[in-house]
């Protein structure tokens, strides 16, 4: 399990940063270098969900939760906008979802 969250973590921050990068680019008119350095580490984010022991539709669904989580928290940090208790909430219910979905008994 410790794994798995972890895998979700790393896809999660190359997805976001990748994007971040993207969007740097193409928004605030930084460098094509900003672009480039995005889509590779948004070809990595493609590679680690592969990483995961389940199958591709619950391990996408589960990823899910993880996003939100760590979409709110990269907007904390670098664009300083603060969580509200609906974000905490919705960020919670998000995580508990993929953790049944990704962890729950099956048979």
């Known amino acids: 399990m410790a794994w ?12 976001i940063g990748g994007g971040y990068l993207v969007w740097l680019w193409l928004r605030d008119g930084q460098s ?9 580490i948004l070809a990595a984010y493609g590679v680690i969900p592969t990483l995961q022991p389940a199958g591709f539709g619950r391990v996408y669904a589960a990823y899910g939760g993880f996003f939100i989580v760590l979409s709110l928290l990269w907007g904390w940090g670098v664009d300083s906008t603060v969580p509200d208790r609906w974000d905490v909430m919705g960020g919670a219910l998000s995580v508990a979802g993929a953790v049944l979905i990704m962890f729950a008994p099956r048979g």
Request: no cysteine.
């Open 32 to 40: 094509a270098l900003f672009g480039l350095a995005g889509f590779a």
């Open 4 to 15: 798995s969250v972890a895998y979700f973590v790393v896809a999660g921050l190359a997805e």
